[in-house]
């Protein structure tokens, strides 16, 4: 079974940078080429939140509030997504989550709708002090 798997989270001052990174495992079973992959937050008392999301074919698309302070990224090899994150605000602190689709549209699908994807990690916490 297909595990997803996030670490780098902590605690930052406003301002600063983390990168979070989102590692599959059960490799050989996990083509991951063939999925759609996005990152997600939720604070607490607030619905959770598509922040980007990266296609099969390197599509990327990225929520309005992080537009040109998070790049999505990935490595095929190591299996690995990765979201980085400057400039971060008090706003960003929440729990952020990686999610999996296999075989989705990740063209035209709904890819910062938490309903589109089927795979969730556990999640890592962010928090960003003003």
């Known amino acids: 079974e297909v595990q997803l798997v996030e670490s780098g989270g902590g605690s930052v001052q406003a301002g600063g940078s983390l990168r979070l990174s989102c590692v599959a495992s059960?490799?050989?079973?996990?083509?991951?080429?063939?999925?759609?992959m996005g990152w997600f937050r939720q604070a607490p008392g607030k619905e959770r939140e598509g922040v980007a999301s990266?296609?099969?074919?390197?599509?990327?698309r990225y929520a309005d509030p992080v537009k040109g302070r998070f790049t999505i990224s990935q490595d095929i090899a190591k299996n690995t997504l990765y979201l980085t994150m400057n400039s971060l605000e008090p706003e960003d602190t929440a729990m952020y989550f990686c999610?999996?689709?296999?075989?989705?549209?990740?063209?035209?699908?709904?890819?910062?709708?938490?309903?589109?994807?089927?795979?969730w990690g556990q999640g890592t916490q962010v928090t960003v002090s003003s």
């Open positions: 999610a999996a689709r296999p075989y989705g549209d990740c063209w035209s699908g709904p890819v910062l709708s938490s309903g589109f994807y089927t795979i």
């Open positions: 059960a490799a050989s079973a996990f083509p991951y080429s063939k999925y759609c």
């Open positions: 990266m296609g099969r074919d390197a599509r990327i």
